[in-house]
């Protein structure tokens, strides 16, 4: 299936549509609690395509990347709880979050590798210790609420299925077009040979801090709909290492570099986590330690590398057999 | 500032400085960011709190317990989970340090609960009094423990033969390897050193503080800052990460409050590596 994702479009696309059609009648046969179980996972593969953009395609882990999440939700209720409508708050989410990305990535993006990731993480924590100790303004620790939509949850879930939905659709085409323009072959240089990237006269710094811009929006914006679905957001939850975590396993067992590598993966993470939550309640999160550690033992190229990997040596042995 | 305050946050910083030093040992030497290193500092202070339990043992003996205990795991870690998958990169590291995190924190959450525990021996009120200020007896055991426990692991790195192999497979591996060092049974080793530091720092966290597993994220954000302060895989670098990160916290305090800790601490680790990615006092040692 790599082979068939990476060389030939017409299946990928064909896969892409089909699932998408799927996914848009999918609401009327589901009951609430898999619509909401769907509408995560097309969060998670939003927050996964902009992990994708900056690791993938670039090759740089902003390990700490869920702080656009964390500012998007955070805009979005301090907005919301000031008057504005979620649909002007939207916007905003996302360019505070852009403002971000580029203040902090022209120092930051010059650091690499392992350094780039923690110093990441680092401004998360720091983000997060900001928000927790403005509580006049951000409900501090304690958490802050959002205005709760005036309708039935069943209509609710389906509004922010729809929307997570197009936001998936949308980034994950965005980032298809970005990809193959001039700004994405520039991106993948970084990623090939920054140094021969530079001596070629790119200019890597303006590649790296659109691409961190690009990842934030985003990012932000699945943080604003998480906001305004959930009603409710604390601060260590929405700045979480352990979504950032999540998201990093989703990219590996998807296959990063992929366009449609973070949808699959965030279906099989997320379908894990919901069998782990609901069957090892007190175990669960040990259970899903072992299960990541697995992960890396017996999928390390991710399930579609993986699997890619069986119908190739199948492909071996018949021939062997043939041959002799 | 007055002399107190200074004191306080000295003796901080000499728990800092030891936490920091067994992961600064990992992420230096063998480029390991192990993610489960707050979860093991709470292990041995838990492994403490049941030796004071259940056998009364006072938590400055039974931290050589935890050390040895945490060696063990770590070495066990290393070898069975680590060194097979260090061709995946930071990202197999990442998942699979954090992976054990969340056992071990599973474990500790069902065996302990997460209530606040603490281990009170019986010295545990006295003070000593210089002019105006008071000193906790604990906290001064503890920091010259700390003191001595970085004076020998120093000492184990630059004069014991398995020190110097562990130096001398960070400098150059192949080298290493050409004289005939076992430079995975180096990693081995280096890297369970680091776990026990982590266990035996836990305990004398138990000695001073409260701990529960609520405190694993804080405690791992503070061994960043002390690695990353002191420039990675530098023992003497950490110390004076640990003393510095320990003051800072107590100016940061001071002019803003102690919510702000957290994120001062952070914004002076992300400052460093900005401007001086080999710590405040590193050269480019071990790259």
């Known amino acids: 299936m790599k082979l068939l994702i990476e060389n030939n479009k017409k299946i990928n696309i064909l896969l892409f549509i089909t699932l998408m059609i799927v996914f848009i009648f999918l609401p009327f046969f589901l009951s609430g609690y898999w619509i909401r179980v769907f509408t995560t996972i097309f969060m998670y593969a939003v927050i996964a395509q902009g992990m994708n953009i900056m690791y993938g395609y670039m090759g740089y882990l902003p390990f700490g990347n869920v702080m656009f999440f964390g500012i998007g939700a955070y805009i979005a209720a301090i907005g919301m709880n000031r008057g504005l409508p979620f649909l002007a708050v939207l916007p905003l989410a996302a360019l505070t979050a852009i403002f971000l990305s580029i203040l902090f990535g022209i120092p930051v993006l010059k650091i690499r590798g392992h350094y780039f990731a923690i110093a990441t993480i680092g401004i998360n924590g720091a983000i997060m210790g900001v928000v927790q100790n403005t509580t006049e303004i951000t409900g501090g620790a304690m958490g802050t609420t959002l205005p709760i939509i005036d309708k039935p949850p069943a209509v609710t879930y389906g509004y922010f299925y729809f929307a997570m939905l197009a936001l998936m659709i949308i980034a994950t085409l965005l980032l298809y077009l970005v990809i193959n323009s001039k700004l994405g072959y520039g991106i993948r240089s970084i990623k090939a040979n920054e140094e021969a990237a530079n001596s070629m006269g790119i200019n890597t710094i303006y590649h790296k801090v659109t691409a961190w811009a690009i990842s934030a929006l985003f990012v932000s914006i699945a943080g604003a709909l998480y906001a305004y679905w959930m009603s409710f957001i604390g601060p260590t939850e929405v700045f979480s290492t352990v979504v950032a975590v999540k998201v990093i396993v989703i990219m590996l067992i998807g296959g990063a570099g992929t366009i449609l590598g973070p949808i699959i993966g965030s279906f099989i993470v997320s379908m894990l986590s919901e069998v782990v939550w609901s069957s090892f309640l007190e175990y669960h999160l040990g259970v899903l330690g072992i299960a990541m550690i697995a992960i890396l033992f017996f999928a390390p190229k991710g399930i579609v590398g993986t699997m890619d990997d069986f119908i190739k040596n199948r492909g071996l042995r018949l021939r062997k057999k043939v041959s002799v | ?287």
């Not at chain 2, 500032?1 to 000295?10: A, E, T, W």
């Not at chain 2, 039974?62 to 070495?75: D, E, K, Q, R, T």
């Open chain 2, 1 to 287: 500032m007055s002399l107190q305050i200074l004191i306080n946050s000295i003796l901080l910083g000499g728990i800092y400085a030891l936490m920091g030093i067994g992961f600064s040992l990992q992420w230096g030497i063998s480029g390991i960011i192990n993610l489960s290193y707050g979860a093991m500092v709470i292990l041995g202070a838990y492994i403490s709190l049941e030796c004071f339990n259940l056998f009364q043992i006072d938590p400055f003996v039974s931290m050589i317990i935890s050390g040895a205990i945490l060696f063990v795991i770590g070495a066990i870690v290393y070898r069975g989970l680590l060194q097979p998958l260090l061709a995946g990169g930071i990202i197999f590291t990442l998942i699979l340090t954090f992976g054990v995190r969340l056992i071990v924190e599973n474990i500790i959450l069902k065996v302990w609960s997460p209530n606040y525990r603490n281990i009170r021996p019986a010295y545990i009120g006295s003070t000593i009094q210089v002019g105006d200020t008071y000193i906790p007896l604990t906290k001064l055991i503890v920091f010259f423990i700390a003191a001595v426990v970085i004076y020998l692991t120093y000492l184990f790195m630059m004069k014991t033969k398995t020190g110097k192999g562990i130096q001398a497979v960070a400098l150059d591996k192949e080298g290493a390897q050409a004289v005939g060092i076992d430079v995975e049974k180096m990693y081995l080793i280096n890297f369970a050193v680091g776990t026990a530091l982590a266990g035996l720092t836990g305990s004398l966290w138990a000695s001073v503080y409260n701990f529960s597993p609520h405190l694993i994220n804080s405690i791992t954000g503070k061994v960043f800052i002390v690695a990353v302060l002191g420039g990675l895989g530098n023992i003497w670098g950490a110390a004076v990460g640990g003393l510095f990160l320990g003051i800072a916290e107590a100016v940061g305090l001071l002019l803003f409050g102690a919510e702000w800790q957290e994120a001062v601490g952070l914004g002076i680790m992300v400052g460093v590596l900005i401007w001086r990615p080999y710590g405040l006092i590193g050269q480019k040692f071990f790259g």
